[in-house]
């Protein structure tokens, strides 16, 4: 869907509707360090690969939750349309940020993303809710559940 184009009347139809799911994106260990690299959050669970599989049973590290999180973006951003009348978009927070499950080192994940609401703010600035939910290739239930607000600038 990324490829298509459309505007944001035409994304405003598609409230109350999952609008888009992403390819499968594997988070392994190189992306797991870079990140504790960026945030100096060096917990042996993210980074110990030697420990985790000496004293922890599935034997492989745990991606950060917030690195899962930060790649809401990425995620969106491969599987929407564009919107031809936007000029930029704004990250501009959560209602509620779940961290279901782990992400193991090796672990391939998807986001799925429902549209909850578009509110025309004034002309040219738009606020959107994003139901979203990542998931696991290898679990049944969600990994991160999130309400993400998003500003629309046209």
Excluded at 45 to 74: C, E, N, Q, W
Aim: aromatic share 10%; charged share 20%.
């Amino acid at each position: 869907m990324a490829s298509q184009t459309m505007n944001i009347a035409d994304l405003a139809e598609l409230t109350g509707k999952e609008i888009a799911c992403s390819d499968w994106l594997t988070i392994d260990q190189e992306m797991i360090d870079s990140f504790a690299d960026v945030t100096s959050d060096h917990q042996y669970i993210h980074v110990d690969v030697a420990r985790m599989k000496k004293y922890f049973p599935p034997g492989k590290t745990i991606a950060h939750g917030f690195l899962t999180l930060s790649l809401l973006t990425t995620l969106l951003a491969s599987c929407t349309p564009n919107l031809e009348d936007i000029a930029t978009n704004i990250n501009y927070g959560f209602n509620k940020i779940r961290f279901v499950s782990p992400v193991y080192s090796g672990d391939s994940i998807r986001a799925r993303f429902f549209l909850r609401e578009i509110i025309d703010k004034k002309h040219g600035e738009w606020h959107v809710q994003y139901d979203v939910t990542v998931e696991a290739s290898n679990l049944d239930k969600p990994v991160l559940i999130a309400e993400w607000l998003v500003r629309l600038y046209g």
